[in-house]
Nanobody, 123 residues
Framework: QVQLVEGGGGLVQPGDSLRLSCAASGFTLEYATVGWFRQAPGKEREEVSCISSSSSDGETFYPDSVKGRFAISRDSARNTVYLQINSLKPEDTAVYFC??????????????WGQGTQVTVSS
């Protein structure tokens, strides 16, 4: 059974940093494409990062809205993907989800989803 479990969310102040984690079981993230999404109340889900499988050289993708502040990385030994978020802003407040698919490249639909972790940015 495939399971993705996010962690690392919390209540932080503007300007702080967080590192979210996405740990997988029953599934090897090294050979998967993994994405991070977020959904704020009343808003549509937004993809904020993607990392392609190792077979596609682990290419990364960020939308302009987060480029320069978000960084996705993979630790194959821990079967975990991370999302580093720097210079947090109140508008980053959302539930953050990770998703995975056995496909080499970003831009595909994801098969597996985690339950999400809440990030709240407030002074």
């Amino acid at each position: 059974q495939v399971q993705l479990v996010e962690g690392g969310g919390g209540l932080v102040q503007p300007g702080d940093s967080l590192r979210l984690s996405c740990a997988a079981s029953g599934f090897t993230l090294e050979y998967a494409t993994v994405g991070w999404f977020r959904q704020a109340p009343g808003k549509e889900r937004e993809e904020v990062s993607c990392i392609s499988s190792s077979s596609s050289d682990g290419e990364t993708f960020y939308p302009d809205s987060v480029k320069g502040r978000f960084a996705i990385s993979r630790d194959s030994a821990r079967n975990t993907v991370y999302l580093q978020i720097n210079s947090l802003k109140p508008e980053d407040t959302a539930v953050y989800f990770c998703a995975a698919v056995e496909d080499p490249d970003c831009g595909t639909e994801f098969d597996y989803w985690g339950q999400g972790t809440q990030v709240t940015v407030s002074s």
